[in-house]
């Protein structure tokens, strides 16, 4: 943006120096062709000419030279080629009072080439030039002619000082706008990054993590079964491999960003969590009942997914932690809301410096009495799933609400809006 900028205020530039040239060569021809007309006979008249051929050329040549080789940044303007076109015009002014009116385009180059502390008494000699030049001019002394160059000199001059610094100040805001505008950027990159590396941790933690515990635990049931039942040990085992290759199917789903598996291929919410429930009393010997409450609305993909990922996850955190001996999955459409809660009858816990419902424990993320690990990640890196299922919700507009009590079971409810953000 900031190159288009600078392209189309070069091309600007161009087309100004090309109008103020035109100008100046159209004011000077009429000029030389008044005196000619009323000086013929002067014997002046050769240097006159070869004064405004000189400044024909000088003026067109300068400005080429200003545009096509611009000056480097930090270093000062070359002023010689006004210098050059000042003192021709000054010389011809004095032998041709006429030639008084070409300072127009040479007020305004000036102002444009150097400095306002120095353009402005340059601007002031060369209309005190003018006013002398009208002075000397035949027919007597016309006040207007007198008051007039000053006039027109403030009022050019005042202008352009205002223009230029509202173009200073155009030139800060839009440098400012690209600063920004580069900084929002990378900021989106950055949270770009952000929000991916954490869509990856909660889709691990929901599927890979919690399948290799799965697997490790059938795994170390069939070690300690292996001699003494060798049927119920490779029992394990094939369940052990069934699971290792549901997270595998889950790992390529999540690395292309696709619904979970158990939603594929029409599958409502209800029947995934049915079929999880089913899943998950024949695997771990934990029986899991799935309890649907109120007619089935249809959500969203993304609220089907969180949904179903946070079942998994505080299943596999009472299978784990809660000590429980049953647990119960229960879909409930509310009317404006769908709400999905997680019941164990484990070993439950305490309220955590608070009253009211808790948010967090071992019946939803890690060991404990006190719910600590299910805020913080520990050493073996534990207690990701409940900030994981907090940031799900929070994206889709939701709630997530924890209860619990010493012996008395953990209920986790994960609350969706129908009219989901």
Do not use: K
Request: net charge neutral; aromatic share 4%; with cysteine.
């Amino acid at each position: 943006m900031a190159a288009d900028g600078q392209d189309a205020g070069d091309r600007d530039a161009g087309r100004l120096a090309v109008l103020l040239d035109s100008a100046f060569l159209l004011l000077l021809a009429t000029s030389l062709s008044r005196y000619l007309t009323h000086h013929a006979d002067n014997p002046q008249v050769p240097w006159v000419l070869g004064l405004s051929l000189a400044l024909a050329v000088a003026q067109p040549v300068g400005s080429w030279l200003a545009h096509r080789r611009p000056v480097a940044p930090g270093r000062r303007r070359r002023l010689w080629p006004l210098a050059v076109v000042v003192s021709l015009w000054v010389v011809l002014v004095l032998l041709a009072p006429s030639f008084a009116w070409c300072a127009v385009p040479l007020v305004y180059t000036a102002l444009r080439t150097l400095p306002a502390r120095t353009a402005i008494p340059l601007v002031a000699a060369l209309t005190l030039l003018v006013v002398v030049g009208e002075i000397r001019l035949p027919g007597g002394v016309d006040a207007n002619l007198v008051l007039l160059p000053p006039a027109v000199a403030a009022l050019a001059t005042a202008v352009f000082l205002y223009m230029e610094r509202q173009a200073g100040r155009q030139r800060v805001l839009i440098a400012d706008l690209v600063r920004t505008r580069r900084e929002l950027a990378a900021t989106e990159r950055r949270e770009g990054t952000l929000a991916e590396r954490e869509r990856l941790a909660m889709e691990i933690h929901d599927t890979l993590a919690q399948g290799l515990s799965s697997q490790q635990m059938l795994l170390q049931a069939a070690d300690r079964t292996w001699d003494s039942d060798p049927v119920t040990a490779r029992t394990h085992v094939r369940t052990a491999a069934e699971v290792s290759a549901r997270n595998l199917a889950e790992a390529r789903r999540f690395v292309h960003d696709l619904a979970p598996a158990e939603l594929a291929d029409g599958r409502t919410l209800d029947q995934a969590l049915r079929a999880l429930a089913e899943r998950e009393s024949a695997e771990s010997g934990l029986p899991v009942r799935f309890l649907l409450d109120g007619a089935p609305v249809p959500l969203p993909a993304a609220a089907q997914s969180a949904l179903l990922r946070i079942a998994q996850g505080a299943l596999a955190n009472v299978r784990e932690h809660a000590g429980a001996s049953a647990a119960a999955l229960t879909l409930s459409f509310l009317g404006d809301q769908a709400v999905l809660d997680i019941a164990d009858d484990g070993r439950g816990f305490g309220p955590v410096g608070e009253t009211g419902p808790t948010t967090d424990g071992p019946g939803t993320d890690g060991p404990g009495t006190d719910g600590s690990a299910a805020i913080r990640p520990g050493a073996d890196g534990r207690g990701h799933g409940l900030p994981a299922m907090r940031a799900r919700l929070r994206q889709l507009g939701g709630t997530l609400t924890v209860e619990s009590s010493p012996g008395e079971g953990t209920v986790v409810s994960a609350a969706i809006p129908l009219e989901v953000r």
